[in-house]
């Protein structure tokens, strides 16, 4: 159950209207569950605001549908990443209401509940246009997590200018997050223009010397510009979990 | 000139008690100063809120004397990180009032002028004693920012009931910086434990295949608590400055 | 032939059951055989205790066939690991009696004797559900070795309650293989928790720097619980086989 | 406390030999001590079977005698290793009857009660001269942690008979330590020789495409003979307490 | 043209046989010959004793036939190695009488003239099974080179004894060359054996840390037995033409 | 708009031939344009002279053609590298005009206006025939940014007359680009040879210790033949935009 | 020889002011000269402009001196980089008349005859102050080969507005040479600014995950600024030559 | 003892001039000898042809003047190669007439008894003058050996009319050592221009991506000129080694 969820029935308790036998069994769920082939950690939501994420790759139709099956049920909302295509449907099916946004490879259900919402922005800028899935796969993880999402595309530095035209975008974001391949350079340039947090996510975007991301990797990890800190190659799962972890803590 | 600073500065002229001209004066320096090894850049005061901050490594006493002179003058007080042992009297010398911390190999004098502080804490946690270089340099660095800094020393997952016995000091930190060697376990542990940002330090503390820190660096880059953020090896100030960005983000 | 066979042999020449001819017939086949291809080690199995086991990846399916007739015909049975699916209804076909583990990717023969078992539990314990055809050639391969095999599933150290909460389990093993992808921290966790043997196996099971288990590997061998040993990445079979080693060492 | 200590204060406590208030005192000393710049782990001892190791490369003497006093009041002993040249003096005056071993960089105090010995051998055998110093290391580890140590020494696979004509001492061991640099292949020769638990150290002996240990690591790991495990480079400590593992595993 | 076929030339001129603007003639053809996306180096025949070789890898049906046409046309006879199977049918149409070995994924077109032969014996050890693509491409050429092929399968140090005991073959070699993936050890324990060249080959055999064959080859090229040569990963080729290297130097 | 196209504008507006209103028209497009998943820098043509380049790796058919699109409407021409073959013909019918070059994989509109040619020769010269297509590439780029292009094929250093009986060609080159894989040995012999600008390209041509070209890539950054200048693996199109950045700036 | 001063002598000989016999005997110097431990390429002055340049780092004092002196012979300068420290005096004394810059670690004796000038002028932009030594290296190189050379300081992308306050320095050189450690994203910005030849050089300024340059280099060599050219980590001299071949390509 | 000094024994046992028993003496002595730390393979100069060579580094001056003893009492010579310079004069001591060769860094003592020499010439080839230390080691140990040792220095493939000049020495000799650092080119080209084989030796000379020694070390074994085989990084012993095996082999 979602930290505001229990909040809320604590509420609840305190003000009589709902009874203590009756949230007892609320509370009183397994905070793992074991299908044999998988250990859900239910007290995730409790603990960290939001469901276990299912991780689709290397899962078969059949394990992603029993573990949606089960994290659904606790009414929290559903996120699957990096779904395969051939597990999609499967999906769609076991979970009424979800939706699939192919560019980010998701299937997302949101919470049956009212959410707590961060209420601040997210902004995702993306180098070049082939980083976009990954940029994606955060907007919408942004999104299942309460925080809004605004992108700023295709503004890499060989053309410095595409990027400085959009101060204002930069200005009014609570945390940035800078996709980008090949050299990775956009982060730099981004963590010196603005003073809020800035979350690099290199990607396997390039060829020959980009080594599947490990240039844009390094790029980021020495960035001159002090205080970027950087996710896993094509991670923006992560990126977007980072960025929710601080506009939460910073409205609670 | 700090944020705040110039804050207050259109304050007094808006409510009368700073003449229009003496405020030119004051807000008319150049936001560069080349010293023709170096160009320093005054205006980062404004736009992320601190002076640049010194590397030490690398550079001569001389350059050192000279840099921090300039950045002096501004009175928004001086951060140099990395400072070589044969510079520190030099600079001490240079900078009066000034504090040498002789772990974390920085010196650093405070600002004249009263700064914005986050009122919020960072918690370094170190899996080892040898971690504490680094982490010390975290400490300073983000003091220098304006932020409360705690340590949690020497709890590396061989003996989990280390960490585990210090819940409470994770559950009131409002970020958690993880400063870890070796394996770098820790930040995945802790990442797990914990709502709040978690930003990962890889240390070059271990020999063999730890390969200066790449062991520990990949481990939190392939972290499994999601929204770990990670950055340089042995990079304790870029971990402090994130934070800062963070805790300084939800304060204003 | 294995070791305990030729022990019973010899006890059965000494109370005079078997005669010496007989015995001096069945002890005077070739130690190794040569296939043209291949050069079938016989002496295996009375060397180590079982029979050179088949590594099928890379084999055609008539090599494959070729090599588990002759090693089925000294009757100590077959194992042959990462079978490749074009040759699995072949083999299964040549060693009647002979089972299929699709997950584990392997084809088992036992020993067409009674043979002498460990009596004493190897642990397998995964972080991930994708972890899992890894740890079920471990649990093949400990079995198939006279061990006993029990699985601790979807452990990882994200949610550490979850292995918390299974120290019984973890108390009661003799020897405990670690299954991990990604950043392989629950090795060390394990580690620091039991005094039994612990053998880590990095899966390649990730994306991005984990590249293809390097991060794992590089985990496990930095661990900062003392006393971890490591296997080759995915390598379910061989860490078996050194938990073979060490139950059957202490049984003897 | 060691465990073995813990069981015999309980067998005195059974039979009324200590009173239960004095055996209280004993086990309520805390498991944990925090000296600011280290956490020693004083539960390792009955967790583990002995006390938490003290590595001291990195550490000051300061720190190094520190730790050693407060581990070497518990009177279960105290190993360091790597000790750095300028600590060995001090922390010989700290621990009376400590042996220092040159080659191993260890410094040694023995435990103050009778200890649990394995009474089985782990036999170190080394392919060259040179890997020497790694080898000693795992054998005074050996030797604190109960176990017996044998040696073999400078018999790599380039002279083939020098291992061939000591078949007796490998067959004898119950645990075999590899300890080789440069090719490393000695694992993979004594791996396919014998039955009992191998336990690979590559060492960083060498040099050119060595890489200071990597070639001989990637070897073990890739051993033809299976079931061989592999420690970090140059970690004969680790490789000690692997098999301190599974010799006393064996014998309780 | 070969050179043996120069030096029957010359004899003939000298002898009166063949007259001297018949020998012009034959001599007068063009060293090297351009296709347009290829430039053969008919001068190598006389140079090294054997006519360019056809690396088939990344070039067209279109591109290989053309290329072999030409070499062809000079007498001295076609190898072609890696060539991909779309090509091989149009590659034997090409080359009446060629030969092609499925294994080593050669097509050869003997010598119209015959050829000056080594008369001595390149014998090729392999670690394993998979190993033997690469043996046999290195067969196939050194036969195409003169040379005499013997094989020794499947003899890896796992089971030493399938190696000592066929000490006889190892003696009676000129050149021997090792072919190994995975640990690569055969190589160090080869070398150690005998007194002649001896030539490594790392495969690509292996999985996880073998890294594609680095691992064998760093083993190679550390080898403890002094003056072990190594090619290549995969390259049986290169290893058989070292080896007719060595083998026409001597019989000259 | 290209540089020339602007210049040769504002020389009609400086002769009456062209209204000032008219002009402002044309030069009052804007500098960038999104198209949601793209901002193409349309100002590049005016600041680099060629309009930029598509690179259609991850890219979709439908992202392909609106791209391309929007730059063919400036009237500078559209060059589109690495361009997958299930979008050719659609960029075809995009651009009516334009040339596919199956070998280089690119598809290049040229400009509807006379454009500065160089009047220069770019050489390119490559090892081998599998080396081609990156040399291809690099020809068309070239031509595409007004520079002559021309061919030496199949040079490599094993037969280094084949490069020296070109020495004419070498010496009547302005720029040279050396195109080679394997052990990219070429660059350092041209670059010894001549004293023009010679520029690097490493390619993925080769196996095995090659990896995927960073043999080649190394052997040319350390090349012994000064001032030899090096892109990334496989990067024709970048060897021939450095090189009109030569040619261009040594004719305005 | 250097080219002008050969192209001056044969304009002597045609005009009768130098008679035949003389020029010969200038011109039948041989073109290498050995000294046993060096084989000195005379001729590269005549093929390439300027004579061979002693790479200092390795060389004893008495071989630095030794190959100056049989440079400095010929009359057309001498330039020696990496001097180490111990053999400065020396070469000074050997070389009258010579520089040394301490900053570049170069010793330079400008040629005795009037040299032919590029009369163009080499920028050379460093982002930081470490970078400072590969930077002079580069301007005592450029102008020993007879360009200009202007510097831009510490002006990297952490703080933007300090390379674009210089647009006016960027574009009034002929050819920019980009020099930076850390990320080294400087060379895709400048390149994306401007049209003329940009050459990177990495520096091995920077910590951790900088790997000694690597992170730079790849992110030189992954530009997403089209046609920027890479030169080794450290190599501002390689970088100047390759400025040079530039410069002088296009003033002949 | 050697093999041609058993070869003698053996005759004069056959002709009478020396008794049985005094032979049999002589081959009684035992093939290993224990020294504790070292265990001497005697046997090796019988198998072999030389005695065990003694590496230097990371030996004591002790554990060198040991075991030099005990192999120089044998009477088959003895040769130290990487002699660390404190032990060099002890080592003189113990061996008197024995030679220091500094350049190399080689101990020498010559047998006693007059040895087979192969009559044929190994040629070391240089790229440079740093790359001499490993060349001379080469040469030493060639010489020790019993080949003749021939040098050919600084003719790197920059310049390469240098090498192209000396087509006599190369024709003429009988196996070919190329020592090079930086690219390692040099050791295609020979390659290529002659038959008889060819050893590369790369060396750690360079600087940068150099990494000292992979970068020609990958030049090495993706030489494109075919059957050049490759040792360690600056082992000049390991190629004269193989010289030798290739020249003894031939001559016997």
Not at 40 to 57: K, S
Not at 102 to 125: D, E, G, M, N
Request: aromatic share 2%.
């Amino acid at each position: 159950m979602r930290r505001e969820r229990v909040r809320d029935l604590l509420t609840r308790v305190a003000d009589g209207s709902v009874p203590v036998e009756s949230a007892l069994a609320s509370l009183a769920q397994e905070p793992t569950e074991s299908l044999g082939f998988a250990t859900i950690d239910h007290h995730r939501a409790l603990r960290q605001g939001f469901p276990e994420v299912i991780y689709g790759a290397g899962k078969s139709t059949e394990q992603l549908v029993a573990i949606a099956q089960r994290i659904a049920g606790r009414g929290d909302g559903v996120l699957a990443t990096r779904v395969p295509d051939a597990s999609i449907s499967a999906l769609l099916d076991t979970l009424p209401g979800a939706e699939h946004n192919a560019l980010a490879r998701t299937v997302l259900l949101r919470s049956s509940s009212p959410t707590a919402t961060a209420r601040r922005t997210v902004l995702i800028v993306t180098a070049g246009t082939s980083d976009l899935p990954v940029a994606e796969e955060a907007a919408v993880t942004a999104e299942a997590m309460g925080c809004l999402a605004d992108r700023l595309t295709d503004v890499g530095v060989a053309g410095i200018h595409r990027l400085l035209s959009k101060r204002g975008a930069l200005d009014e974001a609570s945390v940035i997050i800078v996709v980008a391949g090949m050299d990775g350079a956009l982060a730099s340039v981004v963590g010196g223009l603005v003073r809020v947090p800035v979350i690099a996510v290199p990607t396997s975007v390039g060829y020959g010397a980009s080594f599947g991301g490990i240039a844009p990797l390094l790029t980021m990890l020495n960035s001159c510009a002090a205080g970027v800190t950087v996710v896993n190659i094509d991670n923006g799962f992560g990126a977007a979990v980072a960025a929710a972890r601080i506009l939460h803590g910073s409205t609670e």
